[in-house]
């Protein structure tokens, strides 16, 4: 169950309306890697870890973090739309070529449909969506994708720090930028804590070795005329999980027959001959 | 450019049809963790790549095996499907129990739109798309998304091969298996080798940590009562950055003030007093 | 089965192209609460009423006149669409500021797809989809959501009313806006009805009263430290369905237990001890 | 900013497995009615409210409550999940139709993606997406859609509550049925204190009365044959706002005049004589 | 404008109900090829044909009739369903293998959501969506997409003519099947008409033949090594335009350079060196 | 399996800059009829292909060739992005209008997501998706739908080609125009041939006319005032088929009975009497 307290978890200020970057802004409300992804992404994998303690309560901690940065994303959105020129004609800005292109570069949902707030959506207006959300029970592989969020989020973050000069702006940046800076940080650590604990090691599931084709475990099949490929630390050498040794295919050839299909049911009317 | 030949990369031949199980192998073509999404992020990402040489060349290596990834499911699904029971009625199903659990368990679409193959779809037979992609021209945010989807996708892959007994389809699974095992491998190492070459470090981006509030990128927010969370690695001591020491933050209070909105324009028509 | 006149059901002409706007007029069409969302709504909950009589007749009249109204909408945005920039370089557009601006506000698929007609999209883009659609076949569930999708839709009308100095469009929605005023009407006295009728009470569906819990039927949990939440007429005194007194939980505990989690099947490799 | 505490707001412990019924309960969770959707319309509505006090705080204690409701049914998903058949092969649900039936009911991403969990999707598979949400700063247009979401989400569950004999299942559907009893009190209370504070009236917006056309604001368009729908109450007498007179139009004429377009830019190569 | 009259266009009544073949319909009302596809298809192009006369009014004219398709399928559904096993609970499944799969073939939201009807959804359970409708205004290269739709749709009835025994149904289908004889002819027909009234010919659109690179207008690129792609007709002879003579690139070179991308501004953080 | 080689099937580079146009462009590679869409339709199709040979073979070469063209794209899109104004604030552009209306007309996500990328979405940043394939098994049905994909693509790259001045983007479209050309040419050819060979007729599938009524075969309903309709070559003489003379009914009455539903099952709560 959650509580909610009327306060932002930092503040959320601008100095003045800039509707143009409220646009933007919404990348990191509703986008594929915005806070509405890792709220969800952090609250399913914490309902979803099957073992008490350090790990899910850690989970849930953060999760519940990621739901105030929403909030926080949402008013400072509202603030930006102070004012906007949402109910401007296209006569008006044809005299004002500024305010043209201010409305250009304004999402019309924020006004039309918002009422001049935030829409759960991302800067090209697409609606966030569940397919974001990766919850496997499977702290490993979860974790790395944890560790994606927090960087592909901090990179988005870090190119709209340079988008704008309002210092009431930059100042929430700032905050979110090194919290997500601790986020990688603490899932990387996660990570490591995993593998010292001993429930989970390189590979994601640590089973099926035996079954798997070790002859094909640790082939780099060079398919691509870039000839560069062989260099790289991933063609030669033990590989990370300590157990193979990478080798490079120069030449590779197909191992299986032809990609043919048999007739499907008379009655799908397949074309046969 | 490409070319293409005419034989899959490795088998894919079932002892047996089992439409059943063409339905759940969806899962891995259309996906989010599929290999459409893996031939498309890799694809994006080694066009998007702005450095020529070993990394770009590894990324078109493993975007063109990975486009025969698909084939090769492609194929299996058709094969499986063969002698489906896709023009049975519910009144045959009825006197066969058997059947009648066969057909609740079939994909309607394999047989009504494809004819008895494969859809660009998952399991739930929602179609692929392409915010599975991510290329984000950062290098070290997108091989940990890579190293992610193909932990997703050997977990995946691993939980499928329980869920069949015929030996050509396992057959299959224990080559791809193998291929998920060696680019997890591959990504973990292509992340060492951006550091070794002294092109990325640690957080992403490795910038902005002047303007960031060195205050607030190593504290974890207590905000779920699991008291737990605070044993972790990630709690104290020094973060996988070298550069800051993690702390715990027991009782956190908000920083910032109430979320609260200023009034829209009037002719949005919002509700204030 | 439907017929179909040539004619609108009311005039739908612009004194003057304006591409712009035309952009922002797709949420009427194929936004979530444009007209699309009604006429689909409307046909499928008139096929779904399982009475015979006042209530379908009246669904299915009003089906009908929704999709005249998509129509209208259709017809309006290729006539503000004439004449359009469609085929101007951003070169011309950098010796044109006012034409930069319009070209930036401008929909591109109106153009590249419609060939300067209208989409079935909203404002941002995104495809009309049968999500928007809710026949449950509880007349009361559904016309609460009907008078629902008039209000969104006035107020969306009403702030493109403001959007706009064109007279002729001015005209066409001075009919939109009096056709939703007479809907919310129409969909307010029709569940006024379904109470006089007998068929359907206050809360939806009219059963399970002795099976809920009623103890929790009645109380506001208060999980937010705004303080003026007990203040309104929801905190205390008889709920509008004459049967619960409304009360004030100001310290609410949590009366289940740990959301914990089971082991999964072993085969699923989730991460336990 | 949130708090969370481990414990449910509601027991959620089915007395045993049913993997079957855990596919149909996602409705609840994700579907377009469920509790996803009112958690982050009550949040995009409460960050959205241009009003301090009684409206705003009563928004945020109900959002935060449902939070927690995505919470309770996410955990029963997994509990209801333990030991289910994941791992069965086709083969041997050909031995036992039962265990067939079973697998044909499951959903297929619970074993595959969620590793025995919930995802955030609907019972068809469908993610959640943030087009469920509106909060459009107008509180009468967005009470109304709540009203609506809670009378189809008890709806939803008054159906789902005899789909199973669990007494465990059943005893939190009995909280969830009071819940969304309360609720739907609860905004129709809020409906009428917008009213007898004088802040919002009948008709949403409360504006353009003048603008708009009278003489169409309260006239039934006669368009489907079925001859009932003049008995309504919305056919006669006076309209809910107390301001307009019903009427009803037998034999309608369309006011414009034809839905034609003018010729496109040359350019778009449309198709003219 | 529309009109309504409540009698179908062909009668839609089944003999018995079928709760499995229900959910298969579904693909026929809300699939990509399905009635509200052509239904939605017709009318945009219909309002986007900049031509009054024979095509506009045809278009309509089709237009019309495929709504009245989408009330039959629906129509026909809702009586599919009468008497589903909705409230059947898995405990009663397992003692009737025959119900088991009964239910593990229905769609669940036609009975939780829908309450026994049909849903705006294909037999995945995905929504419709406007992306299916394409209306470019140029009337070649829609009436050839609209061939597709109809022969599509044709191919998915027929298949679904073979799943039911019920004469009731397949009574229905006979219908269908023959609509879609007809509309397959009556496009194939536009398409004559067009080049017959010369305004349109064979490659869309009859333009910028002198601009584009003739001598790439007429190869087949030999890019995968099945090698009887060169006995096609595609591959020597006249073309159908009559303007192009095929040949076939045996052994073809890629004609650019290398795809390399420029560094991108600094403020993004890609990796380059 | 594929091979890639690292040179472009064409030369994609612009003169200048033009962050405009890439988005534009965006359709060619995302949208429902650009570059990924004929890949994944001509692969599937391949795959799915029931026959070995001539038809088989084709598109597997033209699926090949399709996906050099998505390279070709996203490597222009790439360089049309090069030194973006992507790090300028709205400050800075309402100082310089043209800026502004630069920053108006970009997609925000080809800079904060991808990084000066494009992206696998369209020119409204609406993602590719998996329901514009179609591979039914139905050869006729399937090269009926890319004669339809070649005539969009065509007619959308045609009006892209006015929309830019740039020599080295008319270079490229130049090449994209001309293999539209062809790949028109070659379907139509292979459905030319398919009839050859005796493999299928007009009507697809070339089945059940015996089971469809024949009389509703051939029949114009005249369901839009529009009177023109009779006039064209689809509403008298012989239809393509050979096997049909159409008719023209002029004042089409209803066939069926009232589109009324039955009772749905007591406890889905439907509103009956
Ligand atoms: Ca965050
Ligand atoms: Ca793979
Ligand atoms: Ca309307
Ligand atoms: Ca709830
Ligand atoms: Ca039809
Ligand atoms: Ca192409």
């Known amino acids: 169950m959650f509580y909610h307290t009327k306060r932002l978890q930092f503040e959320a200020k601008p100095e003045q309306p800039d509707p143009v970057y409220a646009h933007k802004l919404q990348e990191l409300i509703?986008?594929?890697?915005?806070?509405?992804?890792?709220?969800?992404?952090?609250?399913?994998?914490?309902?979803?870890?099957?073992?008490?303690?350090k790990y899910k309560d850690m989970l849930m901690d953060i999760a519940t973090e990621e739901m105030g940065h929403v909030e926080m994303l949402a008013t400072m959105v509202a603030r930006l739309l102070e004012g906007a020129p949402s109910d401007k004609t296209t006569a008006a800005a044809e005299n004002d070529p500024v305010m043209g292109a201010i409305i250009g570069g304004m999402d019309p949902q924020q006004a039309i449909v918002g009422g001049g707030g935030a829409t759960p959506s991302d800067s090209n207006g697409y609606p966030?969506?569940?397919?974001y959300v990766i919850a496997s029970g499977n702290l490993l592989a979860d974790f790395r994708s944890n560790v994606t969020a927090e960087s592909q989020g901090r990179l988005q973050t870090a190119r709209l720090y340079h988008m704008t000069d309002d210092p009431g702006v930059k100042n929430m940046l700032k905050f979110n930028l090194a919290r997500d800076t601790m986020h990688q940080n603490q899932w990387l650590a996660a990570i490591e804590e995993l593998k010292a604990d001993g429930v989970e090691d390189t590979v994601v599931p640590n089973e099926l070795f035996d079954e798997e084709y070790r002859e094909h475990a640790s082939t780099l099949w060079?398919?691509?005329?870039?000839?560069?490929?062989?260099?790289?630390?991933?063609?030669?050498?033990?590989?990370?999980?300590?157990?193979?040794?990478?080798?490079?295919?120069?030449?590779?050839?197909?191992?299986g027959g032809p990609a043919s299909a048999p007739k499907p049911p008379e009655h799908l009317y397949g074309t046969t001959w």
């Open 30 to 53: 509703g986008g594929a890697w915005g806070e509405m992804t890792v709220t969800m992404r952090y609250l399913f994998q914490g309902w979803n870890c099957r073992m008490e303690g």
């Open 128 to 131: 966030w969506n569940g397919r």
């Open 222 to 255: 060079h398919l691509s005329d870039g000839d560069s490929s062989q260099e790289g630390r991933w063609a030669s050498g033990t590989a990370p999980d300590g157990d193979h040794e990478f080798s490079f295919v120069s030449n590779p050839e197909p191992l």
